[in-house]
């Protein structure tokens, strides 16, 4: 396979490789991109949950950040897990300079898939203020988006409320995930100022789903390195997620980590998308 497009990961490490910055890396290589990394918080998990955060220093996530810009090249930026208060300013600091050529993915990543909390809340108002305005998309899931706005989530048409709210924040486009709305499919909604993107798929039950979110985020990232356009990067990323849960090892007595190792063609991406295709412009 040849390798395009050119992702800097800037996230938290995850021991029981499920998620984090050994999803994002897999994830990236798996559809044909490379991966970077700028790794802010070191974590000892499984998958019954996150047992221990140590910190990375700031002087060195922006000296990693700084490395990856300087000699391999960046052509988007992926972030994740990002802590407290102190690591965003950094990052945005170090960002703003990239700003827009570089696109920024931007994961706003609240709590564990056990329910540990990875984000200081006083973290939260920096993160609309300083990171929300630099990103081209962002992929909020349905706690995260009523975190950042305030407002319950119960229906699609609360989340296509969400993620109005959210785009006067400043930022193109949001791809707000329903995974945590009850029923038979798991409806997502990317929204941007002149179209609404609807995708749907039967849900798929199991507990095998630890590191869905950083995984979709890094396809999407990768399909943006690879100059593909954002609907179609989030078909091809929704796909590959898919086909790594169907295909999860079984390892684990928790949420337990998908299968990266998958494989994603043009018919799985099609067979996805013939589920329910929805896209209408706004008025």
């Given at each position: 396979m ?18 984090g910055?050994?999803?994002d ?7 044909g ?34 490395l ?7 052509d ?38 056990g ?5 200081a ?25 009523e ?7 119960a229906?699609?048409?609360?989340m ?5 709210v ?9 791809l ?10 798991v409806?997502?909604?990317l ?11 039967r849900?798929?039950?199991g ?15 990768a ?13 091809r ?8 849960i169907?295909?999860a090892p ?11 190792a ?11 998308v ?10």
């Amino acid at each position: 396979m040849q390798m395009r497009g050119r992702v800097l990961v800037i996230a938290g490490s995850d021991s029981g490789g499920g998620a984090g910055i050994q999803a994002d890396t897999k994830t990236i290589t798996a559809l044909g991109g490379y991966a970077m990394t700028a790794v802010t918080a070191l974590t000892a998990q499984d998958t019954l949950g996150v047992h221990a955060v140590h910190a990375v220093p700031v002087d060195f996530i922006r000296h990693q950040i700084r490395l990856a810009f300087g000699d391999i090249g960046v052509d988007v930026v992926k972030t994740g897990m990002l802590s407290d208060v102190a690591t965003i300013e950094a990052i945005a600091a170090e960002l703003e300079a990239h700003r827009p050529s570089v696109p920024l993915v931007l994961d706003p990543v609240m709590t564990a898939k056990g329910g540990a909390s990875l984000l200081a809340q006083q973290a939260v108002a920096l993160l609309k203020q300083r990171l929300i305005p630099l990103a081209a998309v962002l992929t909020p899931n349905i706690p995260e988006a009523e975190a950042l706005t305030g407002l319950a989530i119960a229906t699609e048409a609360d989340m296509e409320r969400a993620a109005w709210v959210l785009l006067s924040l400043g930022v193109p486009a949001v791809l707000v995930k329903g995974g945590h709305l009850d029923g038979p499919d798991v409806i997502d909604f990317l929204i941007t100022q002149t179209a609404t993107h609807r995708y749907s798929a039967r849900r798929i039950s199991g507990r095998h789903t630890h590191g869905t979110g950083c995984t979709l985020a890094s396809a999407i990232a990768a399909g943006l390195a690879q100059a593909m356009s954002l609907p179609d990067a989030v078909q091809r990323a929704r796909a590959y997620v898919r086909l790594a849960i169907e295909n999860a090892p079984g390892f684990g007595r928790g949420h337990g980590p998908l299968n990266h190792a998958v494989t994603v063609d043009g018919a799985a991406v099609a067979a996805l998308v013939e589920c329910a295709p929805a896209l209408h412009q706004q008025t």
